[in-house]
């Protein structure tokens, strides 16, 4: 089974520039997450959604960052304009949640790196 | 504002040996506490997770501790091998179906 794909990897971009990530969960799993990690942090909670609602964005920028997630599948998520201090690996994750005996586990990608220069 | 709290920030352990991870937390309506292993270039997996009506649970070399009054709990990594090299978060959550609050990571080494 595959699991969560991200892309792109890697991005590098000049300050003020927009920048777009995209994400596709695992199939079947209602429940998407952007994470954002700084180097030697642990990763910060952006955005959640449950299918295509965002549940709690409390914790997105909102002047510069946006994020969809259209028919409750892929999501991407936006900065716009893209500041230095954006410099991070931005992580999605998905869960099957705790119905039906699921563990309610979240299952990270790989994560899309990105330096603003 | 760090929910959750974690130490040491980094830890050397030779082969064999046992590594020992402590996370504390403020809010005592956290009721879910995971685990996450994370090597460079990769995003976190799951390692072990625990509830707060159990204060122990074992999954082969890993063990959670956990001590509800005192909100604190640890990982313990018994026989440690260099596979283990890895950066360890601690989490907790309101549910296991909500986002994670993470620790800010142990970068453990295990030396030959």
């Known amino acids: 089974e595959a699991g969560v794909v991200q892309s792109p990897r890697y991005k590098i971009i000049e300050k003020k520039q927009p920048v777009a990530f995209w994400c596709n969960p695992i199939?079947?799993?209602?429940?998407l997450y952007w994470y954002l990690q700084n180097l030697g942090q642990g990763p910060e909670l952006l955005i959640r959604y449950e299918n295509e609602e965002a549940v709690d964005d409390s914790q997105l920028p909102k002047d510069r960052f946006s994020a969809e997630r259209l028919k409750g599948v892929d999501s991407t998520l936006k900065i716009q304009p893209a500041e230095l201090g954006d410099s991070a690996v931005y992580l999605c994750a998905s869960s099957a949640g705790v119905a039906g005996g699921n563990t309610g586990e979240l299952f990270f990608g790989e994560g899309s790196r990105l330096t603003v220069l | 504002q760090q929910q959750v709290k974690q130490s040491p920030q980094s830890l050397i352990v030779q082969k064999g040996g046992i590594s020992i991870i402590n996370c504390a937390y403020e809010?005592?309506?956290?009721?879910?506490f995971p685990w996450y292993q994370q090597f460079p270039g990769k995003g976190p997996a799951l390692l072990i997770a625990i509830r707060p009506d159990v204060s122990e649970k074992k999954e082969g070399r890993f063990t959670i501790s956990f001590n509800k009054s005192a909100k604190q709990f640890s990982l313990h990594i018994m026989d440690s091998q260099p596979g283990d090299s890895a950066t360890y978060f601690c989490?907790?959550?309101?549910?296991?179906?909500?986002?994670?609050?993470f620790g800010k990571g142990t970068s453990l080494l295990v030396t030959p």
């Open positions: 989490a907790a959550s309101l549910n296991s179906g909500y986002a994670l609050n």
């Open positions: 199939s079947g799993h209602n429940t």
């Open positions: 809010n005592t309506a956290f009721d879910y």
